[in-house]
């Protein structure tokens, strides 16, 4: 398992914007399984939407674009470089994901052709599928 730290080594983000508590299974090029605690204190939770919080569908796409990131660039090859989101395709939301949520995060590369990739993502809250898609990256020197 990985913890922050161990994440904070391989992407290029930070707070508040790495959305990854841990990786509990990761086969670099290969996928990613990832968490997130969703804490009420958590600053999101305060403007979206006051009396009613719920994590934004666009967070959950960019912790599976930062999932699939640490997949790719644990591959030595591209230890160092950064991960550009570029595309989303086929997305879809089922549920809420609510403050006390845990989300695990699983993305799984599935096609790359030189600095080109895609990758397929699936977020759960416990058996439940929240959110899915297919996502373009492109890789790039920082």
């Not at 699936?122 to 373009?136: E, K, Y």
């Amino acid at each position: 398992m990985l913890d922050r730290t161990d994440i904070e080594a391989i992407l290029p983000h930070r707070d508040p914007f790495l959305l990854l508590d841990r990786v509990t299974e990761l086969a670099p090029g290969e996928y990613a399984v990832a968490e997130k605690d969703l804490k009420p204190e958590e600053d999101v939770f305060r403007g979206h939407f006051p009396g009613h919080p719920v994590f934004p569908g666009v967070l959950q796409l960019e912790a599976l674009a930062q999932t699939g990131a640490v997949a790719l660039l644990s591959e030595p090859e591209f230890q160092g470089k950064i991960v550009l989101f570029a595309k989303a395709d086929n997305v879809r939301f089922r549920r809420p994901v609510v403050p006390g949520d845990v989300l695990r995060l699983e993305t799984r590369l599935t096609e790359r052709r030189g600095r080109i990739g895609k990758g397929q993502g699936q977020a759960f809250v416990g058996s439940d599928l929240v959110c899915s898609g297919t996502l373009t990256f492109a890789i790039a020197e920082p």
